[in-house]
Nanobody
Framework: QVQLVESGGGSVQAGGSLRLSCAAS????????MGWFRQALGKEREGVAV????????YYTDSVKGRFTISQDNAKNTVYLQMNSLKPEDTAMYYC?????????????????WGQGTQVTVSS
């Protein structure tokens, strides 16, 4: 079993920055993907940024390219999402997720484990 705990959400003005952290604990062997997803009120969940843990490939959804950076610290079993130049449309609940076995890292159904979420609110 893997436990994921997110932190770092909050409220910022447009143009500001936040750094989300996701600490993983438990049985983390065989983890294939780590990702950040978000869900805004009334909208479907979308993948924001993912890392393929075997080779370090990274994927970003188009709307965050150039503004968000996903990274991982394997020694700390932690994944980060640095969010810069935040926009009101980035407002959402952000979830960290981990997949074991699947390499479909951009698909939310590939993920076995999810954190409780952290709210990000960007005001104009």
């Amino acid at each position: 079993q893997v436990q994921l705990v997110e932190s770092g959400g909050g409220s910022v003005q447009a143009g500001g920055s936040l750094r989300l952290s996701c600490a993983a604990s438990g049985y983390t062997y065989g983890r294939t993907c780590m990702g950040w997803f978000r869900q805004a009120l009334g909208k479907e969940r979308e993948g924001v940024a993912v890392i393929y843990t075997d080779d370090g490939r990274i994927y970003y959804t188009d709307s965050v390219k150039g503004r968000f950076t996903i990274s991982q610290d394997n020694a700390k079993n932690t994944v980060y999402l640095q969010m810069n130049s935040l926009k009101p449309e980035d407002t959402a609940m952000y979830y960290c997720a981990a997949a074991s076995g699947s390499v479909l890292c951009t698909k939310d159904y590939a993920y076995n484990y999810w954190g409780q979420g952290t709210q990000v609110t960007v005001s104009s």
